[in-house]
């Protein structure tokens, strides 16, 4: 019986201890979930209070966040790509670096140029920031800027001695990128200042590649019109074959117009006519054949 007793008694103890272990363990948790809330609540504040420095453009609550060591959206990055000039000028006379790198590489000049926020890009250039600085998947701010077709803000960056042609990981310049886009006074602009028409991407792409590609009839007028080479090819295509291939039969007329060899055979399957039939672009293979395009293929 006293055996019995002392298993039970020692059961019993170990009952209440794992009881007191579960107690103190849902208090740490209470705990760390009203610590969660706090902070959730402090952040919540924080933006709000961010918020209203950008809306309003307190410049005495602004000072007061960038005191506290508050980021709060209000880096430097934010502001350029938010168009606040007025934080951006204010984290810059607090001693940001102007070619702060976020993760990707983007430097503050890339967010600014992507939106053509002029104001906090002026800011930025006048402290210091770098042009030609490229991230991992845009390139420079030119390239940003050339791709939303924000011709002031091309101009501003080459007036500071931006590059008119830097290349991306693959060669594409931001004129590959404003052909693509259709961005033609952009366009105009960058080949006006000495960009080369006919610059190659690193598989030999010019910029009448991406013009044709996309579909972009008045780029692709402007490109020839300037001297495109339409018997250029990367590696699997002229810009005829690109645009039999995808139905672009206005396209397909200003190329051959422009004296494009309807001949070339380049990759399977072979010639432009072979790209259309492949596609089942039937107008475009009708187009062709009265153009005198032969297939490759026995």
């Given at each position: 019986?006293?055996?019995v007793g002392a298993v039970v008694g020692f059961r019993a103890q170990d009952e209440a201890n794992r009881q007191t272990a579960i107690a103190q363990e849902n208090v740490v948790l209470a705990r760390a979930a009203e610590a969660r809330a706090e902070q959730q609540?402090?952040?919540a504040r924080l933006a709000r209070d961010a918020a209203v420095a950008g809306k309003n453009r307190d410049y005495q609550l602004?000072?007061?966040l960038i005191a506290r060591g508050e980021d709060?959206?209000?880096s430097l990055h934010d502001a350029a790509l938010n168009g606040h000039a007025f934080l951006a000028e204010l984290l810059l006379d607090s001693g940001a670096d102007p070619n702060v790198l976020a993760r990707d590489r983007s430097v503050p000049l890339h967010w600014a140029a992507s939106n053509g926020n002029i104001g906090v890009a002026t800011l930025l250039l006048e402290a210091g920031a770098e042009t030609d600085i490229q991230n991992f998947t845009n390139g420079a701010a030119l390239h940003l800027a050339a791709d939303g077709g924000h011709v002031a803000m091309v101009k501003l960056l080459l007036s500071h001695g931006a590059d008119p042609a830097p290349s991306r990981n693959n060669a594409r310049t931001p004129l590959h990128i404003a052909a693509g886009a259709g961005q033609v006074e952009v366009a105009e602009l960058l080949i006006a200042n000495?960009?080369?028409v006919n610059a190659d991407s690193i598989a030999g792409a010019t910029p009448l590649f991406d013009a044709v590609r996309q579909g972009k009839e008045e780029m692709t007028?402007?490109?020839i019109a300037l001297g495109a080479n339409v018997n250029a090819y990367d590696l699997y295509a002229t810009p005829l074959?690109?645009?039999a291939a995808e139905g672009h039969s206005v396209l397909v007329e200003l190329i051959i117009a422009a004296g494009a060899d309807i001949t070339t055979r380049w990759y399977n399957p072979g010639t432009p006519l072979d790209w259309a039939v492949e596609a089942d672009q039937v107008d475009i293979a009708d187009l062709l054949r009265k153009h005198g395009a032969m297939s490759a293929k026995p």
């Open positions: 019986v006293a055996v609540a402090e952040q602004a000072r007061r709060l959206g209000t000495g960009v080369d007028k402007l490109l074959h690109i645009a």
